[in-house]
């Protein structure tokens, strides 16, 4: 992947210095860009892996999904905290992954404890169990499942 980036710099660059223009112009950057993309495009079979903006868009989709989670779980707290009266049960549950690099279940723990109501208190020496503090475990915890499942699926698509 960082090989066919380096590869669509060096084409733009050397689009910049086909161009033979008295400045430079981030235009004639940027066009030389779009065609290295086309032509990284062309060779990927010959690198080997996948089309290295496949992983910008895994990504940049990881990030929309961690925001919207954020933005859904600060609504919930927030209702919490505005109800009169307090309606909770806080309590600890496990949840197994099938993640299995250690920085990958470590960004599944940081995302997780990033957003409001829930954290992860501790993860099992092999690393594939979660011990997870919810605020309120029986209303939100098939919640709290499903959001770990879409974070899981994720972080598998940045990294394979």
Do not use: C
């Not at 030389?32 to 868009?57: A, D, E, H, K, S």
């Not at 919930?76 to 949840?95: A, C, M, Q, R, W």
């Not at 940081?110 to 992860?120: F, H, K, N």
Request: glycine share 6%; proline share 2%; no cysteine.
């Amino acid at each position: 992947m960082a090989s066919q980036f380096l590869l669509n710099l060096f084409i733009a660059l050397l689009w910049v210095f086909l161009k033979d223009e008295n400045n430079f112009y981030f235009s004639t950057f940027a066009n030389g860009f779009l065609i290295g993309i086309f032509i990284v495009f062309l060779m990927r079979r010959f690198f080997g892996g996948q089309f290295y903006l496949f992983g910008f868009y895994a990504i940049f989709k990881l990030i929309l999904l961690f925001i919207s989670e954020l933005l859904q779980s600060s609504l919930v707290v927030i209702k919490h905290i505005l109800s009169p009266d307090i309606n909770i049960e806080p309590g600890i549950f496990t949840y197994k992954t099938t993640l299995k690099r250690d920085w990958e279940v470590t960004t599944l723990a940081l995302l997780l404890t990033l957003t409001p109501g829930s954290v992860v208190m501790e993860v099992n020496p092999e690393g594939n169990v979660f011990y997870i503090h919810a605020m309120d475990i029986n209303r939100y915890q098939t919640d709290l499942e499903k959001s770990l499942g879409k974070f899981e699926k994720a972080i598998m698509e940045v990294t394979r």
